[in-house]
């Protein structure tokens, strides 16, 4: 503030406003609200509210959410989602579970909102602790995997429609392969799709042959994680199989679809990967951010179903975004 004003009565105006619009660097937005709680598939179902409280009772005591600069859901979005989905799997969502579409839109508005605060340099990075999550989602008129609508290729699609964004990579550390992510991008140049996952598990796709098609060829990349891989494993691959492609690709923005069925002691998941592991992660993705594109990081919430190790490992990845180091 004081060198703000200081500028300001030396009539450095342009400059004044740069510091301002500049975010500060330890700056992190992070996505919460009420309605994350409402959506339920079934009463035993892993994919619950509960999963939210978790996380904001874990943020809250880690004092987390003294840090973060709080970022609202956007609303009236339904226009975006067609960026992605056609108007009959929207509308036979709708039609199957009003609840669910109006809970899945609110997620959707939640990365679009994480991708407007970072976009506008208001925050460095965020996160979003939506859910339902999104990245099985397709065209198929039903929920997949527990997704209905696509958040993080929408997130990508919106970032390039209104803020002239021209190449997105997504980051995929999910347990489980992203397939309505491939799905969106296959063909695609401008946006890379890096996953690392179980290509045993649902739903059975994302092998490391499927490297893309036509234009999009070399632009997917999917690396198979067997059962009880450990934090060396899950980093190997990033330092092999990302870093090189990421640095040639060189994004203007990095979506990360954070899902935490990978972290040791998982429901669903069979692999070893620690809170350590994730600030790992999340430091080398920081890295490339900065590199190429001034830190500008997105990353949402996906699975992770043991409620108490999915938000330590929320709470661990968020610590590591707002790091400044
Ligand atoms: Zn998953």
Aim: with cysteine.
């Amino acid at each position: 503030m004081e060198r703000r004003n200081f500028l300001a009565l030396s009539g450095l105006t342009i400059l004044s406003k740069y510091v301002q619009a500049k975010p500060k660097k330890s700056s992190t937005g992070l996505v919460l609200d009420q309605r994350f709680l409402k959506h339920h598939i079934s009463p035993q179902h892993p994919e619950k509210p509960l999963r939210y409280q978790a996380i904001t009772e874990k943020l809250n005591n880690e004092g987390i959410l003294d840090k973060a600069v709080f970022i609202k859901p956007k609303e009236d979005i339904e226009q975006w989602l067609n960026l992605i989905h056609s108007q009959s799997h929207i509308d036979s969502i709708n039609r199957n579970d009003a609840q669910a579409h109006t809970h899945a839109l609110v997620a959707t508005g939640a990365v679009l909102a994480a991708v407007d605060a970072v976009c506008s340099n208001n925050v460095r990075n965020a996160f979003s602790a939506s859910r339902p999550p999104g990245h099985h989602a397709k065209n198929t008129g039903q929920e997949e995997g527990f997704c209905y609508y696509n958040h993080i290729a929408i997130a990508a699609r919106y970032a390039q429609k209104q803020y002239g964004v021209k190449k997105v990579l997504i980051v995929d550390w999910d347990y489980h392969h992203g397939n309505g992510t491939e799905w969106a991008f296959y063909s695609d140049p401008s946006v890379l799709y890096f996953s690392t996952h179980d290509v045993f598990a649902y739903p059975g796709t994302g092998f490391p042959s499927r490297i893309g098609e036509g234009a999009g060829k070399g632009f997917n990349i999917n690396v198979h994680l067997e059962c009880g891989s450990t934090d060396k494993d899950i980093i190997d691959a990033f330092q092999h199989k990302l870093l090189a492609a990421a640095n040639k690709f060189s994004p203007d923005i990095i979506l990360i679809s954070a899902g935490f069925d990978s972290r040791q002691d998982d429901l669903l998941g069979c692999l070893n990967i620690t809170d350590q592991g994730f600030i790992k992660l999340t430091e080398m993705v920081k890295a490339i951010a900065d590199k190429h594109c001034d830190g500008k990081i997105i990353s949402m919430l996906e699975g992770g179903y043991n409620l108490q190790g999915n938000a330590d490992a929320v709470a661990a990845h968020i610590t590591a975004l707002m790091d400044d180091g």
